[in-house]
């Protein structure tokens, strides 16, 4: 008699992310060359509740390495915050012969799979958010995409700004976190960045659209995390309404941010995720999310990645300002 293989079960859970599906892809490759079965779950925890199991094989995550979004689908479930959704879900693996999950989202989806962890489940968490606000890795799956997309947006605008001598201000994702507004004003050279972390009055935006006028920049940008406090259109009535010696016009970039093709980055850190949650299931290791730290892929403990939040490293805060002199 032959050993029932071991049986790795799949899913994607709360914000979708540009990566996911290579991670997927990694997932099921990696576990069927180890002699693993892989069993993708449809629309996150709440698929894990209803069941919705399907066994995918290596040809069935063909084509998925460059495009967006999850082949899983994905869904933000109540029903699985209550213990009753939770013993539902855990009946449902059994009943089904899963012996173990790769669950890749951002942190609430690892706070569920810290939950499983804690009633004996075997779980393996991998970080998937373009909010990169996720403790215990240095980026998560899906923030370099979200990034170039936010980067292409503002050089197209930046064009249109320079030719009109507008100030521009741009929405961007991250309604808890800073992180993605302000490295994209790095990257993509924007003059003022508002985020959740910080407190900044209208006034002091104005004074500092104003001077950048006054250098002689033919443009101004600023870039505005969903979170800031701060609402888009309103302070661009204001700064309309103050004389700043630009005109304002707005630009909420909203979901573009999550969709679109894997960049190379993400491509690379999904896959290489993806092979490390698989073999930690199979070397029986638990309750762990991989995480990259320097150059390796590590597994930290969920209760930890839980427990903290990833904060904007406010140098790179200071950086946005530095470089728009
Ligand atoms: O957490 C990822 C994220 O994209 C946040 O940046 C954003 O605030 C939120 O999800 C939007 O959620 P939804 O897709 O449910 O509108």
Request: aromatic residues 4%; glycine residues 14%; neutral net charge.
């Amino acid at each position: 008699m032959t050993a029932k293989p071991y049986t790795i079960g799949v899913l994607t859970s709360g914000g979708d992310a540009p990566g996911m599906n290579p991670c997927i892809r990694a997932i099921v490759r990696t576990g069927i060359a180890r002699g693993a079965r892989v069993v993708g779950i449809s629309n996150g925890y709440e698929g894990l509740i209803n069941g919705e199991f399907r066994e995918l094989g290596a040809r069935d995550v063909g084509g998925i390495l460059l495009r967006g979004g999850t082949i899983l689908q994905t869904k933000r479930s109540l029903a699985f915050r209550e213990p009753r959704g939770q013993r539902e879900a855990i009946r449902k693996m059994n009943e089904f012969g899963i012996d173990g999950l790769a669950i890749i989202g951002g942190d609430g989806s690892l706070t569920g799979a810290l939950a499983l962890h804690r009633q004996e489940v075997k779980v393996v968490g991998i970080p998937g958010s373009i909010d990169n606000d996720i403790w215990g890795t240095n980026i998560s799956i899906g923030v370099d995409t979200a990034m170039n997309t936010i980067m292409d947006a503002v050089d197209k605008l930046r064009d249109t700004a320079s030719s009109h001598g507008r100030a521009f201000l741009v929405e961007t994702m991250g309604r808890g976190s800073g992180y993605l507004a302000v490295m994209a004003g790095i990257v993509s050279g924007a003059e003022i960045v508002l985020i959740p972390e910080t407190t900044v009055t209208i006034e002091d935006i104005a004074t500092a659209v104003e001077n950048t006028y006054k250098r002689g920049k033919t443009h101004a940008f600023i870039i505005n995390a969903e979170g800031s406090g701060i609402k888009t259109n309103e302070l661009a009535q204001a700064l309309e309404d103050l004389d700043v010696g630009f005109q304002t016009r707005v630009t909420i970039l909203g979901h573009i941010q999550r969709g679109g093709s894997p960049t190379a980055y993400d491509r690379l850190l999904a896959s290489r995720m993806g092979v490390k949650a698989v073999d930690a299931l199979l070397n029986g290791i638990s309750g762990v999310m991989t995480g990259l730290k320097g150059r390796g892929i590590d597994y930290v403990p969920l209760e930890e990645v839980v427990a903290t939040k990833r904060e904007v490293n406010m140098e790179y805060y200071e950086m946005v300002s530095l470089l728009a002199q």
